[in-house]
């Protein structure tokens, strides 16, 4: 029976790529996120604003199932989080590509080797995706010699761009990107969440977390705002507002 | 395996070959001690004296000698002379001074009976002698056996603390992996897969320095063998050395390669855990 209600398959059919309900979450004795309804769907870019300690990050940390709501229900790519098991937890997480605030990478590999260990955790072959990996490096910005030097040796920016390259490289359904243009002058930081933004067009849905409420400017964006752990959606078109738009 | 053998790794090879080389010359250790216990073991439970008590010397002893030697379960036997008689009692008497002895050695096959002193007196009877056949007791053995099996105890118990600190040691490669096993967790793989890589990573480091351990004791046990035994050739240490004998330095590097991984595996999925723990 449990098994029964750990997916909704019609929901993430009909284009709902993470849908929160009530959901409260926290670490320890905190409660970080409280009755939080939010939802991304595809083709969307979500930008999530609020100030510092608003419960931007622990939202991301949510959507890329590595915190568990307390109460409510959080269904991420038609699953629900609080009731399937680890492998298929993992198994969703790659079809989600995440932009962390402080990117972790294997320091002494070359940018190009950390952009490509997705695929190659996916049994891909260099030859079939070197190509698309060298456009997906362009397209990101990064310089193509910048991609052969180890992550050691690359700039903040530089950095950030190689992590939102990998997170692209396994062409996921849902893209989340945790502040991506910290340490970015505004213009870099446009371009960032222009090439991001651009992902909607390929069909993934994109939240992003900042406190930069300008980035809202860079496109057809959803405005989201979050305060002390409460997401509430702001100017949000009505369906046939946006059907319009398209 | 990139860049597998820079600084702290290199550090982590020469602990792993160091522990296994411990392991493997304990290995080959114990087999000597078990080989020369085994001789002595032999050479102590394979043994009787008879005591020709008529007709007197040199008749009787003649005549016993032929009786034993046709008897069954007799390898060798000999008369005993006063100086080997002088050698027994350690020099106390000299060999002059030994009266006439009518004594004989007895080198019994390994698979005589216990009852063995009953059948050769009756063959000393058959050939006309009456004589008296003294065995070795069945306590002779009993410090040879217990060394044999204190030589096998002790080098699986030091084996297996090697492989503890190999395990360990490896423990410190999957920590120095810890950042791929996070970004491994962040894009989605099991703890298998990240464990998974980091252990074959460790398997593979285990099995080179398990490699290099084992021929390294080998080769320390060669040079010993070769200063313990003077005059010693390469076709005599080859017909001396049994296959059996190698055991310790093929299982080296077996032996490191699992041990390696175990650990690494433990380690890199710990990590995992944490890196993808649903908080």
């Not at chain 1, 699953?79 to 079809?95: E, M, Q």
């Not at chain 2, 030994?98 to 080198?107: M, R």
Request: charged share 20%; glycine share 10%.
């Amino acid at each position: 029976m449990a098994r029964q209600n750990s997916f909704d398959t019609d929901l993430f059919e009909r284009g709902v790529l993470a849908r929160l309900s009530g959901v409260d979450a926290g670490y320890g004795a905190a409660t970080v996120l409280r009755g939080v309804d939010f939802e991304a769907r595809k083709g969307e870019v979500a930008l999530v604003t609020g100030p510092e300690a608003a419960g931007k990050t622990s939202l991301m940390h949510l959507l890329r199932l590595t915190l568990a709501p307390r109460a409510g229900r959080a269904l991420i790519l038609g699953a629900d989080i609080a009731r399937v098991g680890a492998r298929t937890r993992a198994k969703i997480k790659r079809r989600i590509g995440y932009v962390a605030e402080n990117p972790v990478f294997v320091e002494h590999w070359s940018a190009f080797e950390n952009i490509v260990l997705p695929l190659k955790m996916a049994g891909a072959r260099a030859r079939d995706y070197t190509l698309d990996v060298h456009e997906l490096v362009d397209f990101v910005g990064l310089a193509s010699a910048a991609s052969d030097l180890a992550m050691e040796k690359l700039s903040g920016a530089e950095r950030r761009r190689v992590a939102i390259a990998r997170a692209l490289a396994i062409k996921p359904d849902l893209i989340l990107a945790d502040d991506p243009t910290a340490g970015m002058s505004p213009a870099e930081g446009r371009r960032i969440v222009r090439v991001l933004a651009e992902m909607r067009r390929v069909g993934a849905g994109v939240v992003i977390a900042s406190q930069d409420e300008s980035l809202a400017e860079c496109g057809p964006i959803l405005r989201w705002r979050i305060e002390r752990g409460r997401v509430s959606p702001v100017d949000h078109p009505t369906r046939a507002e946006a059907e319009a738009l398209e | 395996m990139k860049n597998a053998l820079t600084g702290v790794e290199r550090a982590l090879f020469w602990t792993l070959v160091f522990a296994a080389f411990a392991a493997a010359a304990a290995g080959l250790a114990a087999r000597a001690v078990d080989r020369l216990a085994a001789e002595r073991q032999a050479s102590l439970t394979q043994y009787a004296i008879v005591r020709v008590v008529a007709p007197d010397a040199p008749a009787g002893t003649a005549a016993a000698m032929a009786a034993l030697n046709r008897a069954a379960h007799v390898e060798q036997a000999t008369p005993m002379s006063a100086a080997r008689a002088a050698q027994l009692l350690g020099g106390a008497v000299p060999p002059g001074e030994i009266p006439a002895i009518q004594l004989i050695e007895l080198t019994l096959e390994p698979d005589a009976p216990g009852d063995v002193g009953d059948s050769l007196e009756a063959a000393l009877a058959e050939g006309g002698v009456t004589g008296e056949v003294t065995l070795a007791p069945p306590e002779a053995d009993a410090l040879a056996a217990r060394l044999r099996l204190a030589a096998v105890w002790g080098a699986a118990l030091f084996a297996a603390v090697m492989a503890l600190i190999i395990s360990l040691a490896a423990r410190g490669l999957a920590a120095r992996r810890r950042e791929l096993v996070t970004v491994m967790a962040d894009c989605g793989a099991t703890q298998a897969q990240a464990a998974g890589r980091i252990a074959d990573e460790a398997t593979l480091l285990g099995l080179y320095a398990g490699l290099v351990g084992g021929l390294l004791a080998g080769a320390a046990g060669l040079a010993v063998l070769l200063i313990a035994i003077p005059g010693v050739d390469v076709d005599a240490l080859r017909t001396m050395i049994l296959p059996i004998d190698l055991a310790p330095i093929a299982a080296a590097p077996l032996g490191a390669a699992i041990a390696a991984g175990a650990g690494a595996r433990a380690a890199a999925g710990f990590f995992h855990g944490q890196a993808a723990r649903l908080g």
